[in-house]
């Protein structure tokens, strides 16, 4: 897993400047958007908040923010998500986020027919590697090698290949 820590001096940051920025411009009724669990402890919420001010200050509400967890959704993944809903000041309604789903689905419920598909996923030949990345694999799996480390040295990024 890679870690970016810069917060809103990534570019990445900066996008919800422009998410505010198309909200305020289509004006819809509501608006939703989605980021990491992590943006709730992010400079100690402070981040968070300052998105919140924003969307009050072009004229919405923003309803208590919830993490979601896709597995609990019909989504057999375990990924957890910070949703913020915005909605116009001028409307009233109530905003309610979705009851979680009784039964949690694993892998095989997403590859087999069953309650989520009609049909199994069909058979597949794999992927092709090129025979540089080939020879790679051939090498290192006879030796029974558990996990390599390697370096991509022109991003300086560390990845663990399980193999």
Not at 10 to 28: H, I, K, M, S, W
Not at 82 to 101: F, N, Q, W
Not at 112 to 132: F, I, N, Q
Request: aromatic content about 10%; proline content about 5%; some cysteine.
């Amino acid at each position: 897993m890679i870690k970016c820590s810069t917060g809103l001096k990534d570019t990445r940051g900066t996008l919800f400047y422009e998410f505010a920025r198309v909200v305020q411009e289509v004006n819809p009724k509501v608006c939703i958007g989605e980021n990491v669990r992590r943006l709730l402890s992010h400079q100690k919420g402070r981040t968070l908040q300052g998105m919140i001010s924003i969307l009050d200050e072009i004229g919405y509400k923003v309803v208590p923010v919830q993490v979601l967890k896709a597995i609990h959704y019909r989504v057999p993944q375990k990924r957890e998500r910070l949703i913020v809903v915005g909605v116009r000041k001028d409307i009233a309604s109530v905003i309610e986020y979705p009851r979680p789903h009784q039964k949690i689905y694993n892998l095989e419920d997403a590859l087999k027919k069953g309650s989520l598909y009609d049909t199994d996923v069909p058979e597949s030949g794999g992927a092709s590697y090129p025979d540089h990345k080939r020879k790679f694999w051939i090498w290192f799996r006879p030796k029974g090698i558990g996990e390599i480390f390697l370096k991509i040295f022109r991003k300086n990024i560390w990845v663990v290949v399980t193999i």
